[in-house]
């Protein structure tokens, strides 16, 4: 890994299909106007070691892999896993990553799945929050080692909800659970491993439940989570508090 002085990095600009949500701007060094989205990597960033990321063309993905079934001889991580070994691209361009994980996240969190999945409680409006907040989350990385060396704020899923969506911690939490949880069975399961091969990799998350809030991210097939959770735990504390921080207070 070649660690990267987050100074010299340029403001990264990428304009998505979707409008996101403005209030993005709450938390620093991102900005946010209508589909265009702005990240100034020194302010945004708690850690930033590293400026590329895999990635594979999404549209490849949905015709040579979101169809194809697993095997006896071929389990699906394993389908995934020699998709990226075939068309995984390293790329130093940030936008790009930004622009196919809004592929991945429009296609894992679309509203088709509210009327078949028996989560009433969720809303499209639900569906909309998880696709902005886990697209930016594409931005961190895990090396094959296990480190980790990108963390932005998007790392803790509710903490960044609760400061830009408002959100309780009830609610936020019931979020987190559906972006980790896959919606809880193994169809979707196997659809989300398939269409994060666009990613590089696996979703991957240090928690057990809600409450430990400890995140997630798109990690390597083979990455050591024995040093990534240990990576983990040493810093979480202390960089929650902080997106914690620029809650906006209820109106009186």
Same mark, same amino acid.
């Given at each position: 890994?070649?660690?990267?002085?987050?100074?010299d990095?340029?403001?990264?600009?990428?304009?998505?299909?979707?409008?996101?949500?403005?209030?993005?701007?709450?938390?620093?060094?991102?900005?946010?106007?209508?589909?265009?989205?702005?990240?100034?990597?020194?302010?945004?960033?708690?850690?930033?070691?590293?400026?590329?990321?895999?990635?594979?063309?999404?549209?490849?993905?949905?015709?040579?892999?979101?169809h194809? %079934? !697993? &095997?006896?001889?071929?389990?699906? *991580?394993?389908?995934?896993?020699?998709?990226?070994?075939q @068309?995984?691209?390293?790329? #130093?361009?940030?936008?790009?990553?930004?622009?196919?994980?809004?592929?991945?996240?429009?296609?894992?969190?679309?509203?088709?799945?509210?009327?078949?999945?028996?989560?009433?409680?969720?809303?499209a409006?639900?569906?909309?929050?998880?696709?902005?907040?886990?697209?930016?989350?594409?931005?961190?990385?895990?090396?094959?080692?296990?480190?980790?060396?990108?963390?932005?704020?998007?790392?803790?899923?509710?903490?960044?909800?609760?400061?830009?969506?408002?959100?309780? %911690? !009830? &609610?936020?939490?019931?979020?987190? *659970?559906?972006?980790?949880?896959?919606?809880?069975?193994? @169809?979707?399961?196997?659809? #989300?491993?398939?269409?994060?091969?666009?990613?590089?990799?696996?979703?991957?998350h240090?928690?057990?439940?809600?409450?430990?809030?400890?995140?997630?991210?798109?990690?390597?097939?083979?990455?050591?989570?024995?040093?990534?959770?240990?990576?983990?735990?040493?810093?979480?504390?202390?960089?929650?508090?902080?997106?914690?921080?620029?809650?906006?207070?209820?109106?009186?």
């Amino acid at each position: 890994m070649t660690t990267t002085d987050i100074t010299d990095i340029t403001a990264v600009t990428v304009e998505l299909p979707e409008a996101f949500d403005p209030r993005w701007s709450r938390l620093p060094g991102i900005q946010v106007d209508g589909r265009r989205i702005t990240i100034a990597p020194a302010e945004y960033f708690f850690r930033f070691e590293s400026n590329t990321w895999l990635v594979a063309d999404w549209e490849l993905v949905k015709v040579q892999l979101l169809h194809v %079934d !697993e &095997t006896t001889e071929s389990a699906v *991580e394993q389908l995934a896993l020699d998709f990226i070994k075939q @068309h995984g691209e390293s790329t #130093s361009d940030a936008a790009r990553v930004l622009a196919t994980a809004y592929e991945v996240y429009a296609h894992l969190f679309r509203d088709e799945h509210l009327t078949g999945l028996g989560l009433p409680q969720i809303t499209a409006e639900h569906l909309r929050m998880l696709r902005e907040a886990a697209t930016l989350m594409a931005l961190n990385k895990v090396e094959p080692d296990g480190h980790i060396s990108n963390v932005g704020p998007c790392w803790f899923f509710p903490a960044a909800t609760s400061v830009v969506f408002d959100l309780d %911690d !009830e &609610t936020g939490g019931m979020l987190d *659970e559906v972006y980790h949880g896959g919606w809880f069975n193994e @169809h979707r399961r196997i659809e #989300s491993i398939k269409a994060h091969a666009a990613l590089g990799g696996r979703l991957v998350h240090g928690c057990q439940s809600v409450p430990d809030q400890s995140g997630g991210v798109v990690a390597p097939y083979g990455a050591s989570m024995a040093n990534f959770r240990n990576d983990l735990a040493a810093f979480k504390a202390g960089w929650i508090e902080q997106v914690h921080a620029h809650r906006v207070p209820p109106a009186a």
